[in-house]
């Protein structure tokens, strides 16, 4: 494949990818700007509620992650049939999964919440939050094993206008719901799971147009979800070390204060934004390496490799730009308070020197999972931790406050850690057994 071809193939796909995965943190970023002018407790609640839930849906990306690249692989072998069918096996995993952590995760909400420790009047914003929105939980797992079916057929497009459909009906019915009937944080919880499952909605329009036109059949295969469950094994464990690693941070946010903590929510959630835009060369590389592999054509697997990497790296110069740029008024948009911006602002600013890096780390962990690489994903998840959690430790132990006790913080994760990530992934990637892991 020439160049300019293998150009406009990442491009074809990542262009897309990157509107639905920068719509879906703008999910959080309605939240926490909505719920920001409502004062600083509230949106401290929002930062524990959130970080239960992304680390609940975090620990079950493998949906997506372990759909894509084995819907890929049979869709470069030319199998389009088993394609679409192995993906409607992990829809219905994915229900399943998350019938059972919606109940579980309401009963356990109070539990939840008081592991981090919170004053009171946080706690009852985060349990009011967080209660409400575990029933929207089946729904967003729902629709990241739907994203990942449609990546394995090369199609960012559709989840790119459900997305955008999603985030729109999101902001309207938080507004409504916040400010028009007056439910302060409950209002915003109730509009995201409402939108959420109108993707849910759409999603089962289009994946059963797509069934019936392969011959696929839509209903649960025992097998296949067995296969589904298997393969995404590794990538849970992998997910549990980077949820182990912001949880962690989180907790040490709490421990520096109420101001810190928010503060660090406004932060993580530009993070959080900043990441899905730079995972959208990710998500090219998944789709296109697991089809290259499909159809035995190692060239250019490679091709692709090197080509969104160094490409990740310079979308990550110039979203680190736009962060730095923007780092006077991030804070102010969230909060309407200066001082509480001004805290921010150090933090921002060191997040935005570590998107270079960012941009690697995340394009390296989607070439690895569109090889089907899982097991060593999992292994290096956890010997990042190794250099990460001590340096918290010393963190607690000086606990800094203020601005430098925020931006201290934010040079333990966006340095320590995501640099351990880019030497991990960095020294897999320059040997070849990742080319011949079966899927």
Not at 78 to 107: E, P
Not at 374 to 399: C, F, R, T
Request: proline share 4%; net charge positive.
């Amino acid at each position: 494949m020439a160049a300019q071809t293998l150009n406009r193939e990442i491009l074809r796909l990542a262009v897309p990818a990157l509107g639905a995965l920068v719509a879906e943190p703008m999910f959080l970023i309605v939240d926490a700007a909505l719920i920001g002018h409502l004062g600083v407790v509230p949106l401290a609640g929002l930062g524990i509620a959130s970080a239960v839930l992304q680390t609940i849906v975090g620990l079950m990306i493998f949906l997506a992650y372990s759909t894509t690249p084995a819907v890929a692989r049979r869709f470069g072998a030319g199998d389009s049939r088993s394609a679409v069918s192995v993906g409607i096996d992990g829809l219905w995993l994915a229900l399943g999964l998350g019938a059972l952590l919606a109940l579980a995760g309401s009963l356990a909400t109070p539990w939840l919440v008081d592991l981090f420790g919170p004053t009171r009047d946080v706690a009852e914003q985060a349990v009011t939050y967080l209660a409400l929105s575990m029933w929207g939980l089946p729904a967003m797992l729902i629709v990241f094993a739907a994203t990942g079916l449609l990546r394995g057929m090369q199609d960012t497009v559709t989840p790119l206008w459900i997305a955008g459909l999603g985030f729109g009906a999101n902001a309207l019915l938080n507004w409504l719901f916040i400010y028009g009937f007056g439910w302060g944080i409950a209002g915003s919880a109730a509009g995201t799971v409402a939108a959420q499952w109108g993707m849910v909605a759409a999603y089962a329009v289009v994946i059963g147009r797509l069934a019936r036109r392969h011959s696929a059949s839509v209903l649960p295969q025992r097998e296949g979800v067995r296969g589904s469950a298997r393969s995404g094994g590794w990538l849970f464990l992998r997910t549990v070390s980077l949820r182990a690693a912001l949880l962690a941070t989180v907790g040490v946010a709490t421990g520096l204060g109420t101001d810190e903590l928010a503060g660090w929510q406004v932060a993580f959630t530009i993070f959080s934004t900043a990441a899905f835009a730079l995972d959208a060369l990710a998500i090219a590389a998944q789709a296109l390496i697991g089809r290259g592999l499909g159809a035995k054509d190692e060239p250019f697997v490679r091709r692709v490799l090197g080509r969104t990497v160094a490409w990740g790296a310079w979308f990550g110069v110039i979203v680190g730009a736009l962060i730095a740029g923007l780092s006077g008024v991030i804070g102010l948009a969230f909060t309407g308070d200066p001082e509480l911006a001004a805290l921010i602002q150090p933090a921002l600013l060191v997040l935005a020197l570590a998107q270079p890096i960012c941009g690697v780390v995340f394009v390296l962990d989607g070439v690895l999972m569109g090889a089907g690489d899982a097991k060593y994903l999992a292994i290096a998840g956890g010997l990042n931790l190794v250099p990460y959690l001590p340096v918290l430790v010393i963190l607690i132990a000086v606990h800094p406050a203020g601005s430098g006790g925020l931006a201290w913080l934010a040079v333990c994760f966006f340095g320590v850690y995501m640099l351990a990530r880019l030497v991990t992934l960095g020294w897999r990637v320059r040997r070849a057994e990742w080319l011949t892991v079966a899927v």
